[in-house]
């Protein structure tokens, strides 16, 4: 198989950087115990008498049924083994036979039980089981096992009957694979035929880059079945796929290389984005990975997966050191329930995920590998990833931009959702866009219209329109590379749209230019319009401050915790700022639009420490 366009990317960069790549000692071990227990200590007051998970904002755990307790017994057990917390041996222990004489025994013996919920708590459930059954009696120390041995994976894992109905895989198998596979290193089953059988239908959805394409393309999901694998080989899996599997993760790492953000945080895109869980996964996904360059001889590539997987863990930790700590990127109150995907995502549930994948990195992490000391993204990188995926991420210098090039309906926009520089907040100049109808929880903002941050037009008839909301007219997205160096990345992106769309345009071009601190973007739109036009969502309220902002005809400002956003269309004629707020995951914001005369607009942002 050839390199992938990432790998080309990255082998330049390495031979480019190898003799002067300075490195630091590594830390992150530590920082994902700290982590840990900035979550299991509050939560360890959730576990009622019976073992379930109360969680503080929803209640109890009526969904899972109980299963969610394996996510807090898992971290816990880790604490207790690599930090002596003997007083969470109790409250992990009432958790683990609530699991085990609940959801695991109707497991077992074939009676009704929430689908899906085995599937991807059982590796929780053993890794947990293996460290504790030493810290407790003989008899409860059976009882668990007894309950992880009893179940048959066809009839409990939702893989197989998804498959006789003619579906196609899911992260759920992935996550089946890892949990059967421990099982079978505690000696509890041997269906190591059944790993390889359902590993045969998951390799087919893994891309060129190594990414894996769950339904609708999440990149939460592509992490997720990553990290799944990684710890399927971490934990000796030696069956049909490893070769294969190990080529998939050395490629699906180094594309992860160019797509988290300098400030750590792990890319935006569909469901389930913006959780801690998703930079969990990172660092995961980075540590295996740099034990696997390391053990190869590359200690520079070693070291820049360090670097990646420690910066994952201190994006979360600003919000997890919050009274009370949230489980996702905004400061709203968690009664809030702000940026909750609508049908899932509870507090406890995936808080305590989260500190499970933490825990599960710390088990895996070799801070005897030093890490890089900047990320080697930051030498200039620029990667396409068109279908799949449809995203294009950049990085310069302590900069990051990441574009959606056909966005996912309910959870992302078309254009430039994300403008990042390491040290300011990343809601600054948004992390993610601003989506119609999302499936996720803002509150009383209107979801009428999507926004990024770029261009807009407004029709002969007198109404606006913008690329933030054409996915469903777009016909194909054009990609050219225009230069990359450590001081200016550049390409260009051309949306070409159906002719019988009924839209006035036929297509819209953006040039980017990124250095450290600056994004100048022309923007080109090709049809019979009366006015193009530039958004820019100014942020208002991250759901703790709110921000300062001015905004003229040609320019709009906010300042927000020491550093300042700035969008410029120098050649605009006039500059509105839209009544009512909008809102991401993330914040709320007010939407400028800058007008200029067809056909073509230029717009420089800019984020600088304030002052």
């Known amino acids: 198989m050839p390199p992938s366009a990432a790998e080309q990317e990255l082998a330049r960069v390495f031979d480019e950087a190898r003799d002067f790549t300075r490195f630091v000692p590594a830390a992150g071990r530590e920082l994902y115990l700290d982590l840990v227990e900035l979550i299991i200590n509050p939560a360890a007051a959730w576990i009622d008498d019976d073992g379930i998970v109360v969680c503080p904002v929803e209640g109890g755990d009526d969904r899972w049924q109980g299963g969610t307790s ?20 109790a409250p992990a222990r009432r958790a683990l036979s609530q699991v085990a004489s609940g959801i695991l025994a109707a497991a077992g013996n074939g009676a009704e039980f929430p689908p899906g ?56 198998g992935a996550s089946a694979c890892t949990a059967e596979w421990l099982r079978f290193t ?43 694998f990684s710890e399927l080989l971490h934990y000796g899996y030696d069956g ?3 070769e294969a599997l190990d080529e998939a993760l050395r490629r699906g790492g180094l594309t992860t290389l160019l797509t988290v953000s300098p400030t750590g945080c792990a890319p935006y895109g569909g469901r389930s984005n913006q959780l801690h869980h998703n930079e969990a996964m990172v660092a995961y996904v980075c540590e295996f990975q740099a034990r696997r360059w390391r053990d190869r001889g590359r200690a520079d590539i070693a070291g820049a997966f360090k670097h990646v997987a420690r910066a994952a863990a201190a994006a979360a930790e600003p919000f997890l050191r919050l009274e009370p700590f949230r489980f996702l990127k905004n400061r709203f109150d968690p009664d809030t329930r702000h940026g909750k995907d609508s049908g899932y995502g509870e507090y406890a549930c995936y808080a305590l995920l989260a500190a ?21 993204a930051a030498r200039g990188t620029l990667v396409n990833l068109w279908p799949a995926f449809h995203k294009t991420f950049a990085t310069c210098g302590d900069s990051h931009v990441a574009i959606d090039t056909r966005g996912q309906p309910h959870y992302d926009a078309t254009g430039l959702g994300r ?36 261009p807009c037009w407004r029709t002969l008839a007198g109404q606006w329109q913008c690329l933030a909301d054409g996915a469903e007219h777009i016909e194909h997205v054009g990609f050219e590379r225009l230069e990359v160096s450590s001081k200016s990345v550049q390409w260009r992106l051309r949306w070409s749209f159906a002719s ?18 600056v994004l100048e973007i022309t923007a080109t739109v090709s049809g019979v ?5 530039f958004e820019v969502p100014c942020l208002q309220y991250d759901g703790e401050t709110g921000t300062k902002g001015e905004i003229a005809p040609t320019k709009a400002a906010v300042l927000h915790q020491g550093w300042r956003f700035e969008a410029e269309v120098a050649d605009a004629a006039n500059a509105t700022l839209e009544e009512g707020l909008r809102a991401n995951r993330n914040a709320h914001y007010r939407v400028a639009r800058f007008e200029a005369p067809p056909p073509t607009l230029a717009a420089r942002l800019r984020i600088e420490p304030q002052g």
Request: with cysteine.
């Open 70 to 89: 394996s996510r807090f017994a898992c971290p816990a057990a880790v604490l207790v083994r690599e930090r002596g917390r003997g007083d969470l041996v």
């Open 117 to 172: 919920v085995v599937d991807l708590t059982a590796k929780e459930f053993a890794v947990a089981c293996n460290i504790l059954r030493h810290q407790v009696d003989e008899a409860t120390s059976d009882a668990w096992l007894r309950a992880l041995a009893a179940f048959y994976p066809d009839r409990v894992y939702t893989a197989a009957a998804r498959m006789a109905a003619g579906g196609r895989p899911n992260n759920y």
């Open 186 to 228: 505690l000696g509890l089953t041997d269906h190591r035929d059944w790993v390889d059988r359902h590993l045969a239908h998951q390799l087919p959805w893994l891309t060129d880059h190594g990414l894996y394409r769950d339904p609708g393309d999440p990149m939460l999901y592509d992490l997720m079945v990553r990290q799944n």
């Open 240 to 242: 049909a796929h490893r």
């Open 356 to 376: 499970s994948l933490f825990a599960r990195a710390a088990l895996v992490a070799d801070d005897s590998i030093p890490e890089a000391a900047e990320p080697i």
């Open 419 to 454: 403008f990042h520089r390491a040290g300011a907040p990343p809601e600054l100049a948004l992390s993610m866009s601003i989506v119609r109808e999302p499936k996720y929880l803002v509150g009383d903002a209107p979801t009428d219209r999507s926004v990024c941050l770029g």
């Open 500 to 517: 019988a769309c009924g839209l006035p345009v036929d297509a819209v071009t953006q040039e980017f230019a990124l250095s450290p601190g």
């Open 529 to 533: 319009v009366d006015q193009v036009g």
